[in-house]
């Protein structure tokens, strides 16, 4: 039902009652308190109607849906980019990933799990993407894995979305850190068995990210976006049956990077909460696997939730936002 189908219907109603105030008063005021309960009615559903409408409770196309809040026309404006853009013609460049000045090749394959570390050992994997779901190749999406998430992923709109869909796209793929970031001698890492950086705002997170390889004018380095993360996921549960092992963070006061390993990254489905470059209108985005067993437990099958805002994280138990950054070419 259109909105403009719901004013014709008011406006008839209501010209309906004029006239019979014109003809007869003393027959308006009879047909009025005998009718007045499906008067009351008719406003109550038309209010109601119009209201769900507004805020998405009866949903059209997810590139239409309204979602209830002043802002959701930012939303629709990255899904039209990303429609747009997932029907254009690329190559299989997955195969062939690109090595970033200043990296050299480690080990693995580019299907399963390929490689590179840069001048001081920091490591990262690719991940192949492709506009359209291949047999071993995934979709470059953002996906909603479990029925009982509590944020749909077309809901969560990213910050920096469109250089990275471009870049994606055009090179089959992007790089994401091996181990979720450390702290070694107080400089930021993707090594195995270091320290998790934990308890990290947005704005701490994204500070530390885009400080790294800022001189390398030939990738950019940020936050992953819910389509990294969400491609991420995708590739690896291709190949492998994962298992999320759930971990005690409060009682923790220190976490270790390179746990458990599928396709080569470490630190997915057994670690804290990453935080993304994502919002939720005036949240931010977190996703993962394992959390504190009192708030959030791995037979939820949770794998968003949103943080109070850029800088707080007063709202989440301690010891459980931690950082994976990607980098991705840019230019020519």
């Not at 010209?15 to 109550?44: A, C, D, M, Q, R």
């Not at 301690?318 to 230019?331: D, S």
Request: glycine share 4%; hydrophobic share 35%.
């Amino acid at each position: 039902m259109s909105k403009n189908f719901i004013i014709l219907l008011l406006f008839l109603a209501c010209s309906f009652l004029i006239l019979i105030y014109i003809e007869n008063k003393k027959v308006f005021n009879t047909f009025i308190n005998k009718h007045k309960n499906i008067f009351i009615g008719i406003v109550l559903i038309v209010f109601i109607f119009g209201f769900s409408k507004e805020v998405g409770l009866f949903k059209d196309e997810i590139s239409k849906e309204k979602i209830g809040f002043d802002d959701y026309t930012v939303i629709n404006k990255e899904l039209e980019f990303y429609n747009k853009k997932i029907q254009e013609n690329y190559s299989d460049n997955y195969l062939n990933p690109y090595i970033p000045e200043g990296f050299h090749y480690v080990e693995g394959e580019p299907l399963t799990g390929y490689v590179i570390e840069d001048t001081v050992g920091n490591q990262y994997v690719w991940v192949p993407c492709s506009n359209n779901e291949l047999d071993d190749v995934p979709k470059l999406a953002k996906k909603d894995f479990y029925d009982k998430e509590p944020i749909i992923a077309m809901c969560c709109y990213d910050e920096d979305y469109e250089e990275f869909v471009n870049s994606a796209l055009k090179y089959g793929g992007y790089y994401v850190s091996r181990f979720e970031l450390a702290k070694s001698d107080e400089k930021v890492v993707s090594k195995k068995d270091m320290p998790v950086i934990k308890d990290v705002s947005r704005r701490n997170a994204e500070e530390i990210v885009n400080n790294l390889y800022k001189e390398n004018k030939d990738i950019k380095c940020q936050l992953l976006t819910g389509y990294a993360y969400d491609t991420m996921r995708s590739w690896i549960e291709m190949s492998n049956v994962v298992k999320a092992n759930s971990i005690d963070c409060e009682a923790q006061e220190e976490i270790l990077s390179g746990r458990v390993e599928y396709n080569h990254i470490y630190d997915i489905y057994d670690s804290v909460l990453e935080i993304t470059d994502e919002n939720f209108f005036e949240y931010v985005v977190a996703r993962g696997y394992t959390y504190t067993k009192e708030k959030y437990d791995v037979s939820e099958n949770l794998s968003r939730i949103t943080l109070k805002n850029i800088d707080d994280n007063q709202d989440i138990p301690q010891n459980t936002i931690a950082i994976r950054t990607m980098i991705y070419k840019v230019g020519e």
